[in-house]
């Protein structure tokens, strides 16, 4: 129905290195959590191989652990994306069911929020696209080859919205915060 497709956005870099921290941390808590269970102490001598094996045996925790940490970290790390065709695009969501198609016609102008990684599309119905990649001039490109006028100037807003540092700072924070406590046993299990 868009014709031919001609470019794809992937996640950010900073971000994907933020689900790298995060599938990590998950994993080394999943391999230590296992070695304090009763029937691995009596046939595991706390070696990678060992929990391995011990998970072949038991693997309800380990598609759990695989289908709540891994597959999602994938999904949007390497698979979603902005799909940018020859009459329109697809957005996706977050889930393939509500992606939405919106063709080149119906799409108003577009702001530039950050150099080289964020945009918005604004439609004629009034829905707002945000669009972040890691090459943003190839999606500039592609509208501008379908006329759709755009604002490439900054204003203060976008500065104060899209400031990665700070962003960053507040998820390793986060993540800190979520680790003591649970270090310290005041998350319940």
Same mark, same amino acid.
């Given at each position: 129905?868009?014709?031919?497709?001609?470019?794809? =956005?992937?996640?950010?870099?900073? !971000?994907?290195? #933020?689900?790298?921290? #995060?599938?990590?941390?998950?994993?080394?808590?999943?391999?230590?959590?296992?070695?304090?269970?009763?029937?691995?102490?009596?046939?595991? $001598?706390?070696?990678?191989? *060992? +929990?391995?094996?011990? @998970?072949?045996?038991?693997? %309800?925790?380990?598609?759990?652990? !695989?289908?709540? +940490?891994?597959?999602?970290?994938?999904?949007?790390?390497?698979? $979603?994306?902005?799909?940018?065709?020859?009459? /329109?695009? #697809?957005?996706?969501? /977050?889930?393939?069911?509500?992606? &939405?198609?919106?063709?080149?016609?119906?799409? &108003?102008?577009?702001?530039?929020?950050?150099? %080289? @990684?964020?945009? =918005?599309? @604004? =439609?004629?119905?009034?829905?707002?696209? +945000?669009?972040?990649? %890691?090459?943003?001039?190839?999606?500039?490109?592609?509208?501008?080859? @379908?006329?759709?006028? /755009?604002?490439?100037? $900054?204003? *203060?807003?976008? $500065?104060?919205?899209?400031?990665? &540092?700070?962003?960053?700072?507040?998820?390793? =924070? !986060?993540?800190?915060? +979520? !680790?003591?406590?649970?270090?310290? /046993?005041?998350?319940?299990?």
């Amino acid at each position: 129905m868009l014709g031919k497709k001609l470019y794809k =956005t992937s996640m950010l870099n900073v !971000f994907k290195l #933020v689900i790298l921290a #995060v599938v990590v941390f998950f994993t080394n808590d999943f391999i230590l959590d296992t070695y304090t269970y009763e029937k691995f102490q009596a046939i595991g $001598r706390f070696k990678i191989l *060992d +929990v391995l094996n011990y @998970h072949y045996r038991y693997p %309800n925790e380990f598609i759990t652990f !695989f289908l709540i +940490v891994i597959v999602p970290a994938i999904y949007y790390a390497f698979i $979603r994306g902005v799909r940018f065709c020859e009459k /329109g695009f #697809v957005y996706n969501r /977050g889930l393939p069911f509500m992606n &939405k198609e919106v063709l080149y016609t119906d799409v &108003k102008s577009y702001k530039l929020l950050q150099p %080289n @990684h964020v945009i =918005t599309i @604004h =439609t004629q119905k009034g829905d707002v696209f +945000v669009i972040a990649d %890691n090459n943003i001039e190839r999606v500039i490109a592609i509208l501008d080859q @379908h006329n759709i006028p /755009g604002d490439l100037a $900054r204003d *203060d807003y976008s $500065r104060l919205l899209m400031n990665a &540092k700070k962003f960053l700072i507040v998820v390793l =924070t !986060f993540t800190l915060v +979520v !680790f003591l406590l649970k270090k310290f /046993g005041l998350l319940p299990r």
